[in-house]
């Protein structure tokens, strides 16, 4: 997730319609089940290709589509158009 300059955003929770997500962790070693660290990072290693990713920021959502294609990962970049709330 990126913020309206593309800074990375973290504290965030990401969405998705379908599989599940996992956040990179602060030292980027693992994958954490609970929100992006300061990387604003989060993967998802079964979401079927056309899944949307999404999360929120105050009343603001960044959304995203992506998934597996052929058993191969796509990336997905979310950025936020306005200043984020804390």
Do not use: C, W
Request: no cysteine; hydrophobic share 35%; net charge negative.
């Amino acid at each position: 997730m990126l913020d309206h300059l593309g800074s990375p955003r973290g504290e965030r929770y990401g969405h998705a319609t379908s599989g599940t997500i996992k956040y990179l962790s602060t030292d980027r070693h693992s994958l954490v089940p609970n929100m992006t660290s300061s990387s604003g990072v989060f993967a998802s290693l079964d979401a079927p290709f056309g899944t949307q990713f999404s999360a929120l920021s105050g009343l603001e959502e960044a959304k995203g589509f992506g998934g597996l294609v052929m058993g191969k990962v796509t990336i997905v970049i979310m950025q936020f158009t306005t200043p984020l709330d804390n």
